[in-house]
């Protein structure tokens, strides 16, 4: 039953993949409607494994999963034989190394033959950057930062990417992604370091300077429980006592938002100010936001030699 209700739905994201491909003047509403579709197969998929599902069987999910790294394998073991190296892979997509080949279509013909899926070819990089799990220091599999030949950049699981990030740590990281994507190949990537180097003590002065736009330090929270719930205090928890002070209650799954004032106090007025009552001559917490932008330096120069605590020395 689940592949007669999905395939449609399949073959519609295809099309319309191609379709952006194809029709450049109208290439974000069609990637728009796939990417709608996207999210509805993975919640199917994601259903086939949920406990309560009416008529669910984890059995198929993890048959699913089965067939899925069956399938994963069998492409790897393919691209070695096609004269890959395989750098990374995970679920439905593979980093390859071409060591010379470069006719990546006809190898994605061969396997979409054999497997009796589309293989598609997202794009070249110029250069890619794997990052490390911060907890174990390993490779992790959805955080990495890349550069296409056509000039596009595919990054993932960086603060940039993150809702919970204040704008001006997003703006330090698309500065350095915007002097990593004029290098050409990997020995430019790295002569640019110094560059971003460069970028994070312009930023960390601004912040030191304690001259930024507050809207630019707001920091964005889902919340996942009532406060009563809540068993350490912290910054959610300062700003929820304050809208609650203030006669306002805030749900589960809705959203709150804050400026750090002082993290070192159990006050909640004067630990965070929310966003909604800023006057714009409150202070704000200088070395809590340095700390925020060291750790969006790491998360990008983590794998060259640069931590929080290194970045903190140079500056």
């Not at 330090?172 to 460069?198: T, Y």
Request: with cysteine.
């Amino acid at each position: 039953m689940i592949p007669r209700v999905v395939k449609p739905l399949v073959q519609r994201r295809i099309a319309f993949k191609k379709l952006a491909k194809t029709q450049p003047e109208r290439k974000n509403m069609y990637k728009q409607r796939a990417d709608v579709l996207k999210w509805v197969l993975v919640t199917s998929f994601g259903y086939t494994g949920y406990k309560n599902a009416r008529f669910g069987r984890i059995e198929c999910h993890e048959s699913i999963n089965a067939y899925g790294r069956d399938i994963l394998v069998k492409t790897m073991e393919i691209a070695e034989r096609y004269g890959y190296d395989v750098l990374h892979g995970m679920v439905d997509c593979l980093w390859l190394k071409p060591n010379g080949y470069e006719n990546h279509e006809d190898f994605c013909r061969y396997v979409s033959k054999y497997i009796d899926i589309p293989l598609e070819l997202e794009g070249v990089y110029k250069w890619l950057v794997f990052l490390p799990a911060k907890t174990t220091g390993v490779g992790a599999l959805n955080r990495y930062y890349g550069l296409f030949e056509n000039g596009e950049l595919k990054v993932r699981g960086i603060d940039i990417r993150k809702r919970d990030t204040p704008e001006l740590m997003r703006k330090a990281q698309m500065d350095m992604l915007k002097v990593m994507s004029k290098a050409e190949n990997s020995a430019e990537f790295l002569d640019r370091l110094p560059e971003c180097i460069g970028i994070l003590k312009r930023y960390h002065d601004i912040i030191k300077s304690g001259n930024c736009e507050l809207e630019d330090l707001i920091i964005t929270k889902r919340i996942s429980r009532t406060l009563e719930d809540y068993s350490v205090f912290n910054d959610q928890v300062a700003a929820l006592k304050q809208l609650r002070k203030l006669g306002f209650g805030v749900h589960p799954g809705e959203i709150i938002r804050f400026v750090i004032c002082d993290s070192s106090t159990k006050e909640p007025t004067k630990r965070v100010k929310v966003a909604e009552l800023i006057q714009g001559d409150e202070r704000y917490d200088t070395e809590k936001y340095i700390t925020l932008l060291f750790r969006a330096g790491e998360g990008m120069l983590s794998p060259f030699g640069y931590d929080e605590d290194g970045l903190r020395e140079l500056m």
